[in-house]
């Protein structure tokens, strides 16, 4: 495991720079990942709007910026994502957020596609669910933790649908990001502190 998450940090990107990459793609008329489409590059480009709209807004509780003020020791978050996915357009610019709020804490970012081996250590049900954030310590590289690919009301909200509809269609996706919209980043925070509570005193 050591081995894969050491490659895949020498592969990431900064958060910046992740984002950077998927509006260059754009700009070709692409999406990130190996699978290429109209949908998902319409896809993409609505994400990078709504990743806009969260760097500026969102906001960490003062609880949680404490709470990670008193991590100990050194962590890389290292979060699995693509252009085109909806729950990472809103889950990643809240992991940056909070990741900006220590030292402590180095985020990287790397597309699913690219790190196929990693990506196959965190399935979620036999899938390769993203975003998925991955808690490693920064000196031994022993992972810690995880997160993703959503917080677990986001999830049941998608369960129940699909259980009375059938199917997930563009009407579950659209009330899903509605869904994000409402709940303003608060799961997605109060989910990832309980894994990272272990790890303060």
């Known amino acids: 495991m050591q081995a894969i998450i050491k490659?895949?940090?020498?592969?990431?990107?900064?958060?910046?720079?992740?984002?950077?990459?998927?509006?260059?793609?754009?700009?070709?008329?692409?999406?990130?990942?190996?699978?290429?489409?109209?949908?998902?590059?319409?896809?993409?480009?609505?994400?990078?709007?709504?990743?806009?709209?969260?760097?500026?807004?969102?906001?960490?509780?003062?609880?949680?910026?404490?709470?990670?003020?008193?991590?100990?020791?050194?962590?890389?978050?290292?979060?699995?994502?693509?252009?085109?996915c909806g729950d990472a357009a809103q889950i990643v610019p809240v992991i940056h957020k909070m990741a900006m709020q220590t030292p402590a804490i180095e985020l990287k970012m790397v597309f699913r596609d690219e790190n196929e081996d990693l990506m196959n250590q965190f399935l979620t049900n036999g899938a390769k669910g993203i975003p998925k954030l991955i808690i490693v310590d920064k000196n031994s590289l022993e992972v810690l933790g995880d997160f993703g690919p959503r917080p677990t009301g986001a999830q049941q909200?998608?369960?129940?649908?699909?259980?009375?509809h059938g199917k997930i269609d563009e009407t579950a996706k659209a009330d899903l990001q509605l869904w994000y919209f409402k709940d303003k980043g608060l799961s997605i925070q109060k989910e990832i502190m309980d894994v990272m509570s272990g790890l303060i005193n």
């Open 157 to 164: 909200f998608m369960l129940d649908y699909k259980a009375a």
């Open 7 to 84: 490659e895949s940090i020498r592969k990431s990107y900064s958060y910046q720079d992740y984002r950077n990459k998927i509006s260059e793609l754009l700009l070709e008329g692409k999406s990130s990942g190996n699978e290429q489409s109209e949908a998902l590059t319409k896809y993409s480009e609505l994400n990078k709007t709504r990743m806009n709209r969260l760097d500026k807004t969102i906001e960490i509780t003062a609880e949680y910026t404490e709470q990670l003020s008193q991590l100990k020791g050194n962590y890389i978050w290292l979060v699995v994502a693509e252009g085109w």
